[in-house]
């Protein structure tokens, strides 16, 4: 069975920060012979700066908008694997706009490993940048919380707690 003939135009990567979006999304791209698209790098090809700095500068609501506007100009890609930021699906009705122009598959990590994730790459990540561990875990749980519920609309759930290979093939076996 030809896989591109079923595969949908668009698959759009949805979960928690730390999740695996980039690298199970590269990995899923090559699978399906699709372009890999991270959308953090499209704002910030867009914004001419990094997200760090719009968050500094401009603040979130303004993030969020330039999110939402780079989001909707992913609907000219064809036979594309988008890895959508982590709070990209909860603002702007942008869940609704990914499910109605692709498909979209939840990655689902248990809060565990998120925080052990998370630990190690708090350097990078603005909005944990300053966190101790138990204020690490405690913002995992809040904002899991607000944003599980939207997560969970996805047309796919992956479990991403296994093998980075076993999570690919489940992720390829979706569209086949």
């Not at 867009?46 to 993030?63: L, P, V, Y």
Request: proline share 3%.
């Amino acid at each position: 069975m030809n896989i591109n003939n079923i595969a949908p135009t668009r698959v759009y990567l949805v979960g928690f920060m730390a999740s695996g979006k980039t690298t199970l999304g590269k990995k899923l791209a090559n699978r399906l012979k699709y372009e890999f698209v991270d959308l953090d790098e499209k704002i910030e090809e867009e914004a001419g700066r990094s997200i760090s700095d719009i968050f500094n500068i401009e603040g979130e609501a303004t993030f969020r908008q330039l999110e939402a506007n780079t989001l909707r100009k992913t609907i000219d890609l064809s036979k594309s694997v988008i890895a959508t930021g982590g709070g990209t699906p909860c603002y702007h009705d942008n869940m609704t706009w990914i499910k109605e122009n692709g498909k979209s598959i939840y990655l689902f990590l248990s809060p565990d490993r998120l925080l052990g994730r998370l630990r190690t790459q708090k350097a990078h990540r603005p909005m944990i940048a300053d966190l101790e561990d138990e204020e690490l875990k405690e913002f995992i749980q809040q904002l899991l919380e607000k944003r599980e519920p939207i997560y969970q609309t996805a047309h796919f759930i992956v479990d991403v707690d296994q093998r980075i290979s076993e999570t690919v093939q489940d992720m390829t076996r979706i569209f086949i």
